[in-house]
């Protein structure tokens, strides 16, 4: 009975890896950089310009957007599985304690994910993939917050 179920865990175990190794990577489902250049410079126009997002915006005060701009570009296109442009250029991410000096809340975490929405429902990209981008982007906002409200 043991090894019939040690048997049927390392099926189960061999059809997942396989599926992953099969799967395309997020970043060629999202269609290459030409799509995360256009979606981050629509995230970006739109944090800028929407009230709703104003205090996300905020946090960026002193800050040069392009540059912020070009940091997330970089930076998505290494998350999601294509050229690891941010890590040559500035280093490894560190996410959490690069947003340290900022201050973000549950608050600038839902207006970012707010205007990322948007952004999206502007691209190309498929529904359900943009469904599986926004869940991932709702935990990266967990893990830079740094403070409650
Ligand atoms: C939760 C709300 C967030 C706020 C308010 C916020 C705010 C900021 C600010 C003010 C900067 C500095 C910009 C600059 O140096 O030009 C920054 C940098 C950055 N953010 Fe965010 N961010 C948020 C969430 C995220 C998320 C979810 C991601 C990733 C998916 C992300 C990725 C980055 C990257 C890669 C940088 C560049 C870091 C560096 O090189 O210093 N941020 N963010």
Known sequence: ????????????????????????????????????????????????????????????????????????????????GGPQLYLEKYGHPR?????FPFKIGAKEGDQWLYCMRKALLQSPIKPEVQEELLNAFAGMTKLVQNRES
């Open 1 to 80: 009975m043991n090894i019939l179920r040690k048997i049927s865990q390392k099926l189960l175990h061999f059809k997942t890896d396989l599926k992953r190794r099969l799967e395309k990577p997020m970043y060629d489902k999202i269609g290459g950089f030409e799509v995360i250049d256009k979606l981050v410079d629509d995230f970006y126009q739109i944090m800028s310009t929407d009230p709703v997002a104003e205090d996300c915006f905020a946090t960026h005060s002193g800050k040069d957007i392009r540059e912020s701009a070009e940091k997330l570009k970089f930076f998505l296109s290494g998350w999601t």
């Open 95 to 99: 996410l959490r304690a690069r947003h």
